[in-house]
């Protein structure tokens, strides 16, 4: 093995939603942390508001147990630390790009991650969408920037009901094996009661095992996490 491939990284998940770093990569998160990385997640988006008519009628505990269910994920899956904010529900196209950008500008100054897992571009959820181009932009490979690897990951429920309509389709082109950690993914999205869903929505237990079976079998392990590389710079 390349001593290179054994330094220590730290890592950094930027996520829409509370559940999304769950669906998108916990397994690999976990694993992460197991092998000895710095793991930090981002979460943007406050993840419940879109349900009601309007956002100023949604129920305050529910968010208060949202954002606490994300403290026991985030422990759960190894991260140091967790990073909460409340961009408006399925509306962060309401948002100017801009001022997402800068949050994220601010997490990667702040943290100077070599990986970054996040979004797909060609998803159906809006926040998802902007959520990507906002990360491309913030970490343009200019000189000292520090990311030097972006990742994409899938949303079942999402990215998968876009029916590759939008542009560009998920084409998953790395593999990583969870299979020592898929009871964590698990685990972590039972945390989430007002989230998980039971088969056979795509945020059952079963499916999101089926899912990571599905990888595994494509690339000769059990269970594994599908990402599409955006660039890594070596």
């Given at each position: ?6 330094a ?38 406050e ?54 950008i ?75 094996d ?35 079976k ?21």
């Amino acid at each position: 093995m390349n001593p290179r491939n054994k330094a220590k990284k730290t890592i950094l998940a930027i996520a829409a939603h509370p559940d999304d770093e769950v669906l998108g990569c916990g397994g690999t998160l976990a694993r992460s942390y197991r092998e000895g990385h710095t793991v930090y997640i981002a979460i943007l988006g406050e993840g419940i508001t879109s349900r009601y008519p309007q956002r100023e009628q949604a129920d305050s505990s529910l968010l208060t147990t949202l954002r606490a269910d994300c403290h026991k994920v985030a422990d759960l899956l190894g991260a140091t630390e967790l990073f909460q904010y409340a961009l408006p529900d399925n509306r962060f196209d309401s948002v100017p790009l801009l001022d997402i950008i800068k949050i994220v500008e601010e997490l990667k100054e702040r943290l100077r991650p070599d990986v970054i897992y996040t979004h797909h571009g060609g998803d159906l959820n809006i926040d998802h969408v902007v959520l990507h181009r906002a990360v491309l932009t913030a970490t343009r490979p200019i000189r000292g920037e520090s990311v030097k690897e972006i990742l994409t990951f899938e949303i079942p429920s999402s990215t998968e009901w876009a029916f590759q309509q939008f542009s560009p389709a998920f084409r998953p082109n790395v593999f990583v094996d969870i299979l020592d950690t898929l009871v964590k993914k698990i685990q972590g999205m039972l945390l989430y009661d007002s989230e998980a869903r039971p088969f056979p929505h795509p945020r059952s237990v079963e499916t999101l095992t089926a899912i990571a079976k599905k990888w595994g079998s494509m690339v000769g392990c059990q269970a594994a996490e599908a990402f599409e590389l955006v660039r890594s710079i070596r």
